[in-house]
Protein backbone atom coordinates (compact mmCIF):
# COMPACT_ATOMS: atom_id res chain seq x y z
CA UNK A 1 0.00 0.00 0.00
CA UNK A 2 1.55 3.49 -0.95
CA UNK A 3 1.71 5.94 1.62
CA UNK A 4 -0.22 9.27 1.40
CA UNK A 5 1.14 12.64 -0.35
CA UNK A 6 1.41 14.17 2.99
CA UNK A 7 3.31 11.27 4.90
CA UNK A 8 6.38 11.46 2.89
CA UNK A 9 9.94 11.95 4.86
CA UNK A 10 11.06 15.52 5.18
CA UNK A 11 14.08 16.76 3.11
CA UNK A 12 17.35 16.23 5.20
CA UNK A 13 18.24 19.56 7.08
CA UNK A 14 21.52 21.12 6.79
CA UNK A 15 24.56 21.84 9.21
CA UNK A 16 24.66 25.42 9.93
CA UNK A 17 28.04 27.00 9.32
CA UNK A 18 28.84 27.61 12.34
CA UNK A 19 28.60 23.80 13.68
CA UNK A 20 30.44 22.58 10.55
CA UNK A 21 33.34 25.82 11.86
CA UNK A 22 33.38 24.27 15.51
CA UNK A 23 33.65 20.81 14.10
CA UNK A 24 36.78 21.59 11.73
CA UNK A 25 38.06 23.55 15.02
CA UNK A 26 37.48 20.30 16.73
CA UNK A 27 39.30 18.01 14.35
CA UNK A 28 42.13 20.19 14.27
CA UNK A 29 42.89 20.58 17.63
CA UNK A 30 42.90 17.57 17.91
CA UNK A 31 45.17 16.46 15.40
CA UNK A 32 47.57 19.32 17.03
CA UNK A 33 47.39 17.51 20.26
CA UNK A 34 48.69 14.60 18.22
CA UNK A 35 51.53 16.22 16.72
CA UNK A 36 52.58 17.36 19.44
CA UNK A 37 52.74 14.09 21.57
CA UNK A 38 54.61 12.52 19.66
CA UNK A 39 57.95 14.54 20.52
CA UNK A 40 57.85 12.88 23.62
CA UNK A 41 56.20 13.11 26.79
CA UNK A 42 56.75 16.02 29.29
CA UNK A 43 57.68 14.81 32.90
CA UNK A 44 55.67 16.97 35.97
CA UNK A 45 57.37 18.23 38.19
CA UNK A 46 59.71 20.35 39.27
CA UNK A 47 63.41 20.73 38.71
CA UNK A 48 65.49 21.68 41.59
CA UNK A 49 69.36 22.02 41.17
CA UNK A 50 71.79 21.40 44.21
CA UNK A 51 73.40 24.25 45.32
CA UNK A 52 76.82 24.86 44.53
CA UNK A 53 77.92 25.50 48.17
CA UNK A 54 77.66 22.98 50.79
CA UNK A 55 76.53 25.12 53.63
CA UNK A 56 73.52 26.29 51.17
CA UNK A 57 70.30 24.58 51.76
CA UNK A 58 66.94 24.73 50.29
CA UNK A 59 64.31 24.89 52.22
Do not use: N, W, Y
Amino acid sequence: MPLPPHATTPAPRRMPLRHKLMLALACEILLVGFRQADRGPARAGILIESPVLPHHAIA
